[in-house]
């Protein structure tokens, strides 16, 4: 999750128009998938409501933005490089990939303070990706259904990313 976020920064807008980064930043809502009725049950998807998920994606998009900066921010203020802090971050996921430099008794206590305040900014974050699709007047399961019958679509796709370049 911290990688995507980290490396997200890199990303050109005209990238964060991508269907798997839209898909991306919906999974950001922490939906539990038991919550979710079957998108089959009701995957009929109308045009306001389109609008009204591609709208969501664009303030997503502008939310995810400020959070990327501010946890950028929180890496250095540990005194870490962004791409340390990756190198880091996938040592401890996979310690079969050690990076070229060893990782220090200092720099694991940074990334720790920095992941720390990393976690604190993704839940201080939460409640605006929620007051996103209900400002919209979607329902989060809703929002859910809806990305999940646009990802399986490249049509519905294609007008997500008009409305959101709009």
């Known amino acids: 999750m ?27 809502l922490e939906i539990a ?28 998009q502008a939310l995810e933005i400020k959070n990327q900066k501010k946890m950028t921010d929180a890496i250095k203020a540990e005194g870490l490089k962004p791409e340390r802090f990756v190198e880091i971050e996938d040592s401890i996921r996979d310690p079969a990939s050690q990076p070229e430099n060893p990782i220090t008794a200092e720099e694991k206590e940074k990334y720790i303070k920095a992941a720390t305040r990393l976690q604190e900014i993704w839940q201080e974050a939460q409640p605006k990706r929620e007051k996103a699709v209900t400002t919209q007047g979607l329902t ?5 259904q809806i990305n999940q019958v ?14 959101v370049g709009q």
Do not use: Y
């Open 150 to 163: 646009v990802s399986q679509d490249p049509a519905l796709q294609k007008q997500v990313q008009q409305i």
């Open 2 to 28: 911290l990688r995507f976020i980290i490396l997200g920064g890199c990303v050109s807008i005209g990238m964060m128009l991508s269907p798997v980064v839209v898909q991306a930043q919906a999974r950001q």
């Open 33 to 60: 998938p038991e919550a979710l009725p079957s998108a089959t049950a009701n995957s009929q998807i109308t045009p306001l409501e389109l609008n009204q998920f591609s709208q969501v994606i664009k303030q997503l």
């Open 140 to 144: 989060l399961q809703r929002f859910a």
